[in-house]
């Protein structure tokens, strides 16, 4: 069975750090993109960030650009979303997500086939 796992979130004090990991299963990810994903009650899912198959590609949102990193352990079969600087508006339940492109980095939920249940990140003192 293919399927994405995500852990890692937790409550988290404004400016620290945290890091979310998308552990699959059932699929190589030498084949897949991942992306993170996040959303908040009464909005839209949002796409974070992404990262190419063969992990030397990726893509950022503006608001995380420069606080976020996006990462790829293909011996583990996992990815990471490192997040430093945490703001209050990072708290969302963050959620990835695998498509099966080469090179590709597509920035539309709909592109995806592979979800995870999500993980709930919340910045708050």
């Known amino acids: 069975q293919l399927q994405v796992v995500e852990s890692g979130g937790t409550l988290v004090q404004p400016g620290g750090s945290l890091r979310l990991s998308c552990a699959a299963s059932?699929?190589?990810?030498?084949?897949?993109?991942i992306g993170w994903f996040r959303q908040v009650p009464g909005k839209e899912r949002e796409v974070v960030s992404c990262?190419?198959?063969?992990?030397?590609?990726?893509w950022y949102t503006n608001s995380v650009k420069g606080r976020f990193t996006i990462s790829k352990d293909s011996a583990k079969n996992t990815v990471y979303l490192q997040m430093n600087s945490l703001k209050s508006e990072d708290t969302a339940v963050y959620y990835c997500?695998?498509?099966?492109?080469?090179?590709?980095?597509?920035?539309?939920?709909?592109?995806?086939?592979?979800w995870g249940q999500g993980t709930q990140v919340t910045v708050s003192s």
């Open positions: 059932g699929f190589s990810l030498d084949y897949y993109t």
């Open positions: 997500a695998a498509g099966r492109y080469s090179d590709y980095l597509p920035l539309s939920a709909d592109e995806y086939d592979y």
């Open positions: 990262i190419s198959n063969k992990g030397d590609s990726t």
